[in-house]
């Protein structure tokens, strides 16, 4: 078990630029999930899927954000035309499938936009 | 909308005291209710959770939550902090995805 790896660690970019996330979950678990974490405040959910098909997008994703997870394996994260605004952490997580159970988070990549 | 409250920003106590971190929530349904820890420059790590049964939960490093239905409650609980209790912990609530709660720095001092 070698845990949920995130790559990039720290991402600097300037407004308006696009940048992808990479997730590599625990390769056990069939779920998920992308959430975003800004200081002070708890993550915030995004995303989620259940092997390669993205069961569930949160409002908070606007058109400029889109997810993948082609082979049901690692997942990407793209933000096009970065702003401001979108300067934050961003936490991929897996689980295994079925209800309640627990999230094994990654180290996040932060995202500092310009 | 729904929500998870965490009152308090900071919750300090000296080692070998009990520890209280408190946490309500406002979700639909019988959510299944988690408390997440994060250390500095770490993820975030799984505490324990409720699913259903027995109020009283046991997780992870000598740590405990009660949960209380009427008051849609899940406060976090430990006997007796140790200074490496020191961390920043999460509420959460929901099913398929989670609310989180904006935490509460836990500080354990000497």
């Known amino acids: 078990d070698t845990g949920v790896s995130q790559d990039p660690r720290h991402k600097i970019t300037k407004r308006g630029q696009n940048v992808t996330f990479r997730c590599d979950p625990i390769s056990e678990h069939n779920r998920l999930y992308w959430y975003r974490q800004t200081l002070g405040q708890g993550p915030e959910f995004l995303t989620y899927f259940q092997n390669e098909a993205q069961l569930e997008k949160s409002r908070l994703l606007s058109d400029r954000f889109s997810a993948e997870r082609p082979k049901g394996s690692f997942s990407t994260l793209e933000i096009q035309r970065t702003e401001q605004g979108d300067s934050a952490m961003y936490l991929c997580?897996?689980?295994?499938?079925?209800?309640?159970?627990?999230?094994?988070f990654g180290s996040g990549t932060q995202l500092s936009v310009l | 909308a729904q929500s998870v409250a965490q009152p308090e920003d900071q919750v300090n106590v000296a080692e070998g005291n009990p520890l209280t971190v408190k946490c309500t929530y406002s979700v639909s349904g019988n959510p299944y209710l988690f408390w997440y820890v994060q250390y500095p420059n770490r993820g975030l790590q799984f505490l324990l959770k409720y699913i259903t049964g027995d109020n009283l939960v046991k997780g992870s490093y000598g740590f405990e939550a009660e949960f209380n239905k009427s008051q849609t409650s899940f406060h976090l609980k430990k006997p007796s902090a140790l200074v490496s209790d020191s961390a920043l912990y999460f509420c959460?609530?929901?099913?398929?995805?989670?609310?989180f709660g904006t935490g509460t720095r836990l500080l354990v001092s000497p």
């Open positions: 959460a609530a929901g099913f398929q995805k989670l609310v």
């Open positions: 997580a897996s689980s295994k499938p079925g209800g309640g159970e627990k999230l094994f």
